[in-house]
């Protein structure tokens, strides 16, 4: 059984960077994408970008390019999604999801718990 | 960029109600398109991919229809579990995106 588990809540300063991890266990890491989808307060869902670990090539949402990163670690099976430039807008829950296709960016069939972050000063 | 609409935002049905939720793509998606079900404080749950095909447990009440440009999420007999919001997502050439969303209320 595929699980997902992200690193715990945070607070950030405006202007400041935040690094979300995801751990996968429960099944290969290098041939699954990895995508990340965050939700602001009372709001849907929004695409930040994917990556599939043995192409290492990340994708990423024309609105988060330039601020966003996302890397995976093959020897610890982990994901990282890291934010600059933070402002308050980007108070949310992060999730990472898993697709289960070997090689696919198509959906999100397992999902970690989340990661509130809040930006404040 | 692809863009999704979705509709209703929200609805109330009576239990046991057949439940309906279109998704419109502004371009031709095929049948890249897959629906989910979030209840609050909980992270999203695949339920249809592929704009019909059933995951592995969900439940038979669910089901998805369309192709092209126009999709349908039904649920035939709404029960009191399925209070959520649901959202479709499409994928084209490696980009995702969501549909606003759809919150769903028993009457």
């Known amino acids: 059984q595929v699980q997902l588990v992200q690193s715990g809540a945070e607070v950030k300063k405006p202007g400041s960077s935040v690094k979300v991890s995801c751990t996968a266990s429960?099944?290969?890491?290098?041939?699954?994408?990895i995508i990340w989808v965050r939700q602001a307060p009372g709001q849907g869902l929004q695409w930040m970008g994917g990556?599939?670990?043995?192409?290492?090539?990340?994708v990423y949402a024309q609105e988060f390019q330039g601020r966003v990163t996302i890397t995976t670690d093959e020897s610890t099976s982990t994901a990282y999604m890291e934010l600059s430039s933070l402002t308050s807008n980007d108070t949310a829950v992060y999730y990472c999801?898993?697709?289960?296709?070997?090689?696919?960016?198509?959906?999100?069939?397992?999902w970690g718990q989340g990661t509130l972050v809040t930006v404040s000063s | 960029d692809i863009q999704m609409t979705q509709s209703p935002s929200y609805l109330s049905a009576s239990v046991g109600d057949r439940v309906n939720i279109t998704c419109q793509a502004n371009?031709?998606?095929?049948?890249?398109l897959n629906w989910y079900q979030q209840k609050p404080g909980k992270a999203p749950k695949l339920l249809i991919s592929?704009?019909?095909n059933l995951e592995t447990g969900v439940p038979s009440r669910f089901s998805g229809s369309g192709s092209g440009t126009d999709f349908t999420f039904t649920i035939s007999s709404l029960q009191p579990e399925d209070i959520a919001t649901y959202y479709c997502?499409?994928?084209?050439?490696?980009?995702?995106?969501f549909g606003p969303g759809t919150k769903v209320d028993i009457k």
């Open positions: 429960g099944g290969a890491f290098s041939s699954y994408a």
């Open positions: 999801g898993r697709d289960k296709v070997w090689g696919a960016t198509t959906r999100l069939d397992y």
């Open positions: 997502q499409q994928y084209d050439n490696v980009q995702f995106t």
């Open positions: 371009q031709y998606i095929s049948n890249y």
């Open positions: 592929d704009a019909s």
């Open positions: 990556i599939i670990p043995m192409f290492a090539t990340p």
